[in-house]
């Protein structure tokens, strides 16, 4: 069975810096896309940052430039490097990842940006 197991969440004050990771675990892993989500309380739930197996990368308009994502393959894992945080970042995140056709989700951790 595949797992994704996000860590790295937590308070920060506005303007400072957290690493997400998301370590994806089973047998036979063939990993396409992986990416991050955030969900805000009341909100939907939204794409914050895609990677493609090649490493191309993309962003939604309200992070680029702030938040940076990368993927190690031989670990099985993926990463969001988020800088100059802001209150609206406050969300729980949501790691995401194509395996072999089919869709997996992590449990979310929650970033909390205080004001």
């Known amino acids: 069975q595949v797992q994704l197991v996000e860590s790295g969440g937590g308070l920060v004050q506005a303007g400072g810096s957290l690493r997400l990771a998301c370590a994806a675990s089973g047998s036979r892993l063939v990993i396409g896309d992986m990416g991050w989500y955030r969900q805000a309380p009341g909100k939907q739930r939204d794409l914050v940052a895609g990677?493609?197996?090649?490493?191309?990368?993309s962003y939604a308009d309200s992070v680029k430039g702030r938040f940076t994502i990368s993927r190690d393959n031989a670990k099985n894992t993926v990463y969001l490097q988020m800088s100059s945080l802001k209150p609206e970042d406050t969300a729980v995140y949501y790691c995401n990842a194509k395996i072999i056709g089919f869709e997996y989700w992590g449990k979310g951790t929650l970033v909390t940006v205080s004001s």
């Open positions: 990677i493609t197996s090649s490493g191309r990368t």
